[in-house]
């Protein structure tokens, strides 16, 4: 009985530190990158967080230009990721120290700088049917 009682406590202690010195490493590996722009991008954002409540958290950091948490076009649910203008890279900066690995709305959020949109190839054009009603599946072949 008291061997398993100790073993507990030292399983304990161990998970607990390793932990600890788990998510200190992952914080330090994840502030790394130095800012070039005034915008955040943030992830891991519940569902439940609208504009507002991201502006009322990023608030006290500096200056807000903008705060936006991005949603679905049909649902309007939130996408889990936003972003937020700072009017200073100075102000991202402490923002990004202060409110990364940190809750909002009940869920971890993560700050990192946003990287520019990447350009999307253009849309395809649908494949005319032929005479005879049938058109080519570059994949399958040939489909009715």
């Known amino acids: 009985m008291a061997f398993a009682t100790n073993l507990r406590r030292v399983v304990l202690k161990a998970t607990s530190s390793a932990s600890s010195i788990l998510q200190s ?43 936006k948490v991005i949603t679905d076009r049909v649902s309007g649910q939130s996408k889990g990721f936003g972003f937020v203008t700072y009017a200073t890279i100075e102000e991202a900066e402490k923002a990004r120290e202060g409110m990364n ?34 058109r080519t599946n570059k994949t399958i072949g040939w489909c009715g």
Do not use: Y
């Not at 700088?113 to 990447?118: D, I, L, M």
């Not at 054009?125 to 005479?131: F, K, L, N, V």
């Open 101 to 134: 690995a940190k809750f909002l709305d009940g869920w971890v959020i993560f700050v990192d700088p946003a990287r520019p949109r990447e350009p999307r190839p253009p849309p395809q054009a649908e494949p005319q049917p032929s005479e005879t009603g049938f």
């Open 25 to 67: 490493q992952l914080t330090s590996i994840r502030l790394n990158t130095t800012l070039t722009s005034p915008k955040l991008f943030i992830s891991g954002l519940s569902r439940l967080t609208t504009n507002e409540k991201l502006r009322e958290a990023f608030s006290p950091f500096g200056q807000l230009v903008e705060a």
